[in-house]
């Protein structure tokens, strides 16, 4: 559809193929948050009360760590709160320079891969 | 004073002011009034309402000028007498709930679980729960809890 | 254009420095998986937008964050819509950073001279996240305290140090008043300023470095 701007599909210009891309799914994606925000619209907890144990699930994006802590025992709790994450998260940043010489490219996937299977991996397991 | 001197010691008064600065932000963000924790005792229960053998939860609720408190404890009676366990699980701080099947303590958060003694019989937390001071005096059964003060 | 955008651009220029921006080819194979960054940008617009809008009955006090929260969901007419855009645009931005972050990866286009991005683009899933954690506190109900105990808790395991950065977080031994207005200093100031700066950057280099052709 955006094809039309250009008669030749060969050339692409920011101004107005990718920008009219760009905007299309903005608007999309507004819409989409919409159908979602009436669907299932927000409610209000519980007061804080000390006395009822409760146990508080995090956030979609923290199950992972949520499952993790509970796998270190005792005084090696700290791999899982802070050692494990940290790791993740300079394996993330480290991307571009992991992917450095020969076998480049299959480092990086490898790292990639640890990430994304770890993150992914942990969050069903939580949910399970 | 030529101009290297003057340069010098300006240098240097910027070198005193940075680290100035940064202590100063350090010990601004840094809470002032971490006290240790201190005990306080309250009156819990009558002596009559005590479990004869087993666990049994009793709720207080603690008021003084800063804060009110309402929470709770378990006590433990058996041939060893009575104890008093904090519910608050060592491993991240949630609370503990009572299981009469299993005889255990269970928190949900991870999966720790005590013993009737307190005593960490699996999952991650680190230490066994907390037992706090009691006193009984004319039929009135009194806990101390540990608050920051 | 339209008079008064001719008008506005004698006042500030705003043609011709980004002509060239606007005119360059991108790569012919661009398809919409390259419009993952650009959703997850309107996410971050819709959240900075909405949390404004909930900022005006927010209160962030121990007494009143709980009540305000009730009010803003219950009375304030179509508040519900306002405080379910910003806690869906919360999820959204970061599943589309991570969406965006994989395209970037199967792409390659993190190799040089693009580094630099992809790890300000990092740092920016690490702030959003951490904007989430901050934000659960706020409405001050039994999964915000407990998933902030537990959470502010995990820094507490580190040996030696943990304790007193958990302090430093808590802004006390408990996470009490003064945890919630921290958490809210940081969630609605710190925060959304630092990912704007880094999403201010992220786009810089792109406007300078183009958008990578696939190989
Ligand atoms: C300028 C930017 C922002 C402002 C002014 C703001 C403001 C607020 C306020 C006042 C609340 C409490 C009201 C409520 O709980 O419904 C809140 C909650 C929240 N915010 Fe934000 N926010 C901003 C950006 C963000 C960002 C970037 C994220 C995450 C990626 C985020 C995630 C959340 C979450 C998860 C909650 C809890 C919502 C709930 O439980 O209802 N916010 N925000
Ligand atoms: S808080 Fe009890 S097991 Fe983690």
């Not at chain 1, 760590?65 to 300079?90: D, E, N, Q, R």
């Not at chain 2, 709720?59 to 929470?71: M, R």
């Not at chain 3, 925060?191 to 280099?205: A, E, S, Y």
């Amino acid at each position: 559809m955006m094809d039309t701007f250009n008669k030749d599909k060969r050339v692409k210009k920011f101004y107005p193929d990718y920008l009219s891309e760009i905007i299309f799914t903005m608007l999309i994606a507004f819409e989409l948050l919409i159908i979602f925000v009436l669907l299932y619209p927000p409610v209000v907890g519980r007061q804080i009360d000390l006395t009822k144990p409760f146990q508080p699930i995090p956030e979609w994006y923290f199950l992972w760590l949520f499952k993790l802590v509970g796998y270190f025992h005792g005084s090696f709790a700290f791999i899982g709160t802070v050692i494990i994450p940290l790791i993740f998260v300079l394996l993330l940043l480290f991307i571009p320079f992991i992917d450095h010489g020969r076998y480049g490219r299959i480092k990086a996937i490898i790292a990639g891969m640890i990430i994304l299977i770890g993150f992914i991996g942990l969050t069903i397991f939580s949910i399970l | 004073m030529d101009r290297r001197d003057f340069l010098k010691r300006f240098i240097k008064a910027f070198f005193f002011a940075l680290s100035l600065s940064i202590i100063s932000i350090i010990s601004y963000i840094y809470p002032t009034k971490i006290k240790q924790k201190k005990t306080f005792y309250i009156y819990l229960t009558e002596e009559e309402n005590l479990p004869k053998i087993g666990i049994r939860r009793f709720e207080y609720i603690f008021k003084n000028e800063e804060k009110t408190i309402n929470s709770f404890v378990f006590l433990k009676k058996d041939d060893k007498g009575l104890a008093v366990f904090s519910p608050f699980c060592t491993h991240l701080g949630c609370l503990v709930k009572w299981n009469n099947i299993q005889k255990e303590f269970i928190c949900a958060c991870h999966g720790g679980r005590f013993d009737v003694e307190g005593k960490v019989i699996a999952g991650p937390p680190p230490m066994p729960l907390e037992r706090l001071p009691f006193d009984i005096k004319d039929g009135k059964v009194y806990i101390g809890i540990k608050l920051y003060g | 254009m339209g008079k008064v955008f001719d008008w506005l651009d004698r006042q500030f220029h705003l043609i011709s420095p980004h002509k060239r921006f606007f005119q360059r080819s991108v790569p012919p194979d661009l398809n919409y998986t390259y419009c993952f960054g650009g959703i997850a940008f309107t996410y971050f617009l819709i959240l900075v937008f909405s949390g404004l809008l909930l900022s005006i009955y927010y209160v962030p006090s121990e007494n009143d964050a709980y009540k305000s929260v009730m009010i803003i969901t219950n009375e304030v007419p179509l508040g519900w819509v306002i405080r379910g855009m910003h806690k869906w645009s919360a999820s959204f931005f970061i599943i589309f950073i991570i969406i965006h972050a994989i395209r970037v990866f199967v792409s390659k286009a993190y190799r040089p001279p693009r580094e630099l991005n992809w790890i300000v683009g990092s740092l920016t899933l690490i702030t959003a996240m951490a904007s989430g954690f901050t934000g659960y506190l706020l409405p001050w109900d039994q999964k915000a305290y407990w998933a902030t105990e537990v959470g502010t808790s995990m820094v507490g395991t580190i040996p030696f140090i943990g304790k007193y950065l958990m302090y430093a977080i808590r802004g006390g031994a408990e996470v009490n008043a003064a945890t919630l207005i921290r958490f809210y200093s940081m969630h609605v100031l710190y925060l959304p300023l630092i990912t704007g700066i880094l999403l201010w950057f992220h786009f810089h280099m792109i406007k300078r470095q183009g958008i990578s052709a696939k190989l």
